[in-house]
């Protein structure tokens, strides 16, 4: 059975898209999803920067949380401090850890740059760590 992963944050319009992007091309053999607590539009740069990255597609929206509620996941990836101070619980076996990523200035495109490389180098060898 496929290993599935959460990539959690508050709304799901940014740093958890460009995550689940990322790890759906280097991680094929696990299933990824993003979610936010209260998700609201993409940011108009994360559309530019995937494009860019020939890493777009439509499911890349931001997404509820309610909607994975009866899942499962190995593992959760909370990419928000506001989460912490009241997580929503998961089942006993579900890994959790957090990891923080700087805000986004949507004036400054280098820092979307910046968080695809981070990601990137930093994200997947922490999963393959952890899994």
Known sequence: MQKKILLLSTKNNSHSLVAEAVLNKHLQQLTINSAGIKPTAIDKNIVKLLKKENLWDDKYQP?????????????????????????????????????????????????????????????????????
């Open 63 to 131: 997404k509820d949380f309610k909607q994975f509620t009866e899942e499962n996941f190995d593992l959760v990836i909370i990419l928000s401090e506001k989460i912490l101070k009241n997580p929503p619980k998961f089942n006993e076996n579900t890994k959790m850890i957090y990891l923080e990523y700087e805000p986004l200035n949507e004036n400054n495109y280098s820092e979307y740059e910046q968080l695809f490389k981070d990601i990137k180098m930093e994200l997947i060898p922490i999963i393959r760590l952890e899994l």
